[in-house]
């Protein structure tokens, strides 16, 4: 999969905090993942001090695994889903600049 088949885009809602981090599996497919906002900053955490650790979702059954040089995405039931842990960094980096999000 190539960096430009992954992108992290704002939540369908107006004013939900969060973000969708969305794959472009082929032409017709997508496989998106919903973060929620304290999901979100504590990947932009771990990120930023470049460690490695695992985010338990809020659904129990799903999580992701960032190591230094791939994080991966396991969905309950779904394939899982990697991408290189730089490329996720700079990706949430800029969409974070980009979408000002309250730190509380």
């Known amino acids: 999969m190539t960096d430009n088949e992954f992108r992290i885009d704002t939540p369908y809602l107006p004013g939900e905090k969060g973000c969708r981090m969305i794959w472009a599996i082929n032409e017709d497919e997508e496989k998106i993942i919903y973060l929620r906002n304290d999901d979100l900053k504590e990947l932009e955490e771990i990120l930023e001090n470049g460690s490695t650790a695992k985010i338990e979702l809020e659904d129990g059954a799903s999580s992701i695994l960032v190591n230094s040089d791939v994080t991966d995405f396991f969905l309950d039931g779904e394939k899982h889903l990697k991408i290189e ?6 990706a949430l980096k800029q969409f974070l600049k980009n979408n000002k999000t309250d730190n509380s």
Do not use: E, I, R
Not at 85 to 90: A, C, E, S
């Open 85 to 90: 842990t730089l490329v996720l960094k700079v």
